[in-house]
């Protein structure tokens, strides 16, 4: 039962592989050379130096969900292995409670700003040459940058603000060096190879 | 000041590296012993470790290979670099607490030998250490080349150094390199790293201020004259489209606690509690570096299809091409100075782990012997590291490139599995792991040698390691856990 979430996980990323493995793949799925050939292949160049997108609909309308599969349980993912590594046998019980809450908090902000970026850059299909801006880019490119980027300061909070508590408690530090001083009464310790 | 550009970058340039060497002779004083050369005698501070951690990480195919892809694929680009900011944090829960305690159980210097205590098998830590060194070396041949070619093209600029060869070049990069890893060893890599993180900090701020008043209307405009060229290049999937950038993403946030030049940076800490700071200290760092890979990607992308400027003939002469037009010639000189520092950074963690590797691991855990005089021989095996790395960069140059491709994905398939995740995982054991490494390098040979594209470019490192993922993960849990030292056990529990 413990081995779930990391089974489904898996299990899903595969199914979204294969999703992604077996749907007809469009010519423009992953660019094209630049319409102008000056800027696609100028003179003294000996691949193509620049590429086009193409029409979004097009080429990401039949493997979005797909695709929005594989983001989605990847973040998931992510979100699972960070909470993983807050794992301590001497972590604080009393906020044990409010700092789970904190850190699902965290993965669930971080999963939807990756589906309102999606959702943001679906909504430019229809007029992709007039996309809205958020700042001094599209609103898809901005989420991008300050979301999917961003949002994991809030673990990175939650690292620093709970370290004591939940990452390396005092007593697991204590228990550390006292492994250490047993270790070098035994002799058992590599010894310092100057 | 526009007459003297060449003069003014080559000073810089000329500054940095004798700021390199005298490092290297002020770390020679304090490294006395192997523990020094291979580990900084673990001793290293919060700043000091935290700008080595962002350094190493950010290396020269930031501040040139990162724009020029920006400038080739649009904003396909920056799905690499923004996969940093979860990748670190994935790194730090998982390894920041637990390499470090168990570096400090065992008295590891390097990735392999806490691999081989982990889990009580010489033998898979010396699998390690053999899978560890191609990679160094081909990592290592890049970035010396990468040095050779950029110095090259500088020179050429001046009347009295345009007769300096690329093989001078070579030999020059080298022994600046050389000289500072094989006097001063790790503390000499990090306090250059130190030194080096600020200079890419400076650099990549100033580069955003004059990127941002290339034209009238800044960022803003730049995106609009993308758009009205090509709207997917300015959207959040660029040219590349959706599952391409998801499967960088993943690699590329997933493969960093698998990157052995970075993580062996946590286990150098003077105190196991110290990973509180490093993280929000290295991922600032990185970020704020960064920020120079975004602003001449988008900045060379828009003035080119703009008709501002003439289209590149290599999309890799972004970062020079804007550095030359549109920056001033001393903040050309300080970015020139962080390209070289970006790219040394990376480079003497590299040649570091590989002389551990040599000298110190696989002696140890192959052959179960200790080599006498480790420090003499860790300073002769860096010098012949480095030559060797330069032999092939000079004498391969194509199948270096090709291979320096793999190297993220390469130390991905075989350390995240094995180091991030059996360092969380009591179950986990000693034939899931070699498997795991075994399965995930024999699909991405298979697929990189045969040169098979995967459905809508999905990245075969991607897909590598979810396979050797996958494999660690069944294997652990079909066969019995093996049995390890008892402290070690507890320690994974702490």
């Known amino acids: 039962m413990k081995y779930l979430p990391a089974v489904i996980v898996l299990l899903l990323l595969w199914v979204g592989v294969f999703q992604i493995f077996t749907t007809n793949h469009p010519d423009d799925a992953s660019g094209y050379p630049h319409t102008r050939q000056e800027l696609a292949q100028p003179d003294g160049a000996s691949q193509t130096m620049m590429f086009q997108g193409g029409t979004g609909r097009d080429r990401h309308m039949q493997v979005a969900g797909a695709g929005l599969l594989f983001g989605v349980v990847t973040l998931v993912g992510f979100s699972l292995l960070i909470a993983w590594g807050c794992r301590s046998r001497n972590s604080n019980r009393e906020i044990a409670a409010f700092f789970w809450n904190l850190m699902v908090m965290v993965g669930i902000v971080y999963i939807a700003v990756f589906l309102m970026m999606v959702i943001a850059y679906q909504s ?4 992709p040459y007039e996309p809205h801006y958020l700042g001094a880019f599209p609103v898809g490119t901005t989420l991008m940058f300050l979301g999917i980027c961003g949002v994991p300061a809030g673990f990175i909070v939650l690292y620093v603000l709970f370290y004591r508590e939940f990452i390396l408690p005092e007593k697991s530090l ?5 492994l250490v001083d047993s270790r070098k009464a035994a002799g058992q310790s590599y010894e310092d190879a100057s | 000041m526009e007459a003297y550009r060449s003069y003014i970058v080559f000073g810089c340039i000329l500054a940095y590296m004798l700021m390199c060497i005298a490092v290297g002779l002020w770390a020679m004083r304090r490294t006395k012993n192997t523990s020094d050369f291979f580990m900084a005698g673990r001793h290293l501070g919060v700043l000091v470790t935290s700008a080595a951690v962002f350094a190493s990480t950010m290396s020269g195919f930031g501040f040139v290979g990162g724009p020029g892809i920006a400038y080739k694929s649009g904003t396909s680009s920056f799905w690499m670099m923004i996969s940093i900011s979860v990748g670190m944090c994935i790194m730090f829960f ?41 990679g160094v070396l081909i990592y290592l041949a890049v970035q010396i080349k990468a040095m050779a070619v950029v110095l090259f093209d500088l020179l050429q600029d001046l009347d009295w150094t345009s007769s300096i060869s690329l093989e001078w070049c070579f030999v020059i990069c080298c022994s600046v390199l050389v000289f500072y890893c094989v006097t001063g060893g790790m503390v000499a890599s990090v306090y250059t790293d130190f030194i080096q993180g600020m200079i890419m900090i400076g650099a990549a701020l100033l580069v955003f201020y004059a990127a941002m008043t290339t034209l009238d209307g800044g960022f803003t405009e730049m995106a609009q004259i993308i758009t009205a060229d090509d709207p997917e290049s300015m959207q959040p999937w660029g040219t590349m489209g959706m599952i391409s950038c998801l ?9 960093v606690c698998g990157q052995p030049h970075v993580i062996s940076k946590l286990m150098m800490t003077r105190n196991p509690e110290d990973s509180r700071h490093l993280l929000p200290l290295s991922l600032g760092g990185f970020i704020l570096s960064a920020i120079l890979w975004v602003s001449i990607g988008i900045t060379m992308r828009a003035v080119v299809v703009g008709d501002f400027h003439l289209p ?5 002469q972004a970062s020079s091409a804007f550095l030359t037009q549109y920056a001033h010639p001393a903040l050309a000189g300080v970015v020139f100075a962080g390209l070289f520092a970006a790219i040394m950074s990376t480079a003497d963690s590299f040649l570091n782990i590989g002389a551990a590797a040599i000298v110190h691991d696989l002696p140890r855990l192959m052959f179960n012997r200790k080599i006498s005089n480790e420090l003499t021989w860790a300073r002769v095996m860096t010098v012949i590291i480095a030559v060797g ?11 270096v490139a090709m291979l320096g491709v793999m190297g993220w994905s390469a130390f991905a398939i075989a350390f995240v599995p094995t180091v991030a995740l059996g360092l969380n995982w009591r179950r986990a054991n000693r034939l899931g792991a070699e498997m795991s490494v075994l399965s995930g390098f024999v699909v991405y040979g298979l697929i990189f040698f045969n040169e098979t594209t995967l459905p809508f470019d999905f990245h075969p490192g991607a897909f590598s390691l979810l396979v050797a993922v996958t494999v660690f993960f069944l294997i652990s849990l079909a066969t019995p856990p093996d049995a390890i030292e008892p402290d070690v056990e507890e320690l994974l529990e702490l």
């Open chain 1, 124 to 127: 430019s299909w229809d007029n």
């Open chain 1, 174 to 178: 204590t228990r550390f060096k006292e």
């Open chain 2, 94 to 134: 998982l390894l920041g607490k637990r390499l470090r305690l168990l570096a400090g159980l065992t008295n590891s210097l390097s990735v392999p030998e806490i691999v081989a205590s982990r889990y009580k098998s010489n033998r898979t830590g010396g699998l390690m250490a053999i899978a560890l060194l191609p």
């Open chain 2, 247 to 255: 499967s960088i993403y993943f690699i590329m946030a997933f493969g």
């Open chain 2, 312 to 316: 590149l003939t290599d999309a890799d």
């Open chain 2, 389 to 399: 790395a330069a032999l092939i960069a000079y004498f391969a140059e194509d199948t």
